[in-house]
């Protein structure tokens, strides 16, 4: 069962975690009262991701799947999801939607699912970059 206990960064050893701990289950939010009562209260929004180990804020969790990518010398499969994620999913405007949604997919683990709808063509041109960079 998942932790829903905003956590942050800090509190766990990157070389500790798996990406399996860092699947993205869904996105949080959370108001946070900064100070005051009535009109003078302030807040402020959180966004975060809740995984099984606990609710990061956004940034905080791309860094570890980040860190977890580099440990496994993924970058280049990273970078591949990143494209396709601008080809596919042309509604993410921004580039940040982009590298989020990239690393969504990396953390799933989604080019080993057969059942990925992209499998095939994703797993054959990783091979073939693979093969060329020899």
Not at 55 to 68: G, Q, T
Not at 100 to 129: C, D, G, M, T
């Amino acid at each position: 069962m998942s932790n829903h206990a905003m956590v942050t960064a800090s509190q766990f050893d990157p070389a500790q975690l798996t990406f399996r701990d860092l699947i993205c289950h869904y996105g949080t939010g959370r108001v946070i009262h900064i100070v005051g009562r009535g009109a003078s209260k302030q807040i402020q929004y959180r966004f975060g991701i809740q995984t099984e180990i606990g609710d990061f804020e956004v940034h905080e969790w791309m860094k570890l799947v980040r860190a977890l990518i580099e440990q496994a010398g993924e970058e280049p499969l990273q970078q591949r999801l990143v494209e396709l994620v601008e080809h596919e999913m042309p509604w993410l405007h921004r580039d940040f939607e982009r590298q989020l949604q990239a690393l969504e997919l990396h953390a799933r683990r989604i080019f080993e699912n057969p059942e990925w709808v992209s499998y095939e063509k994703f797993n054959k041109e990783v091979a073939h970059e693979c093969e060329s960079k020899q």
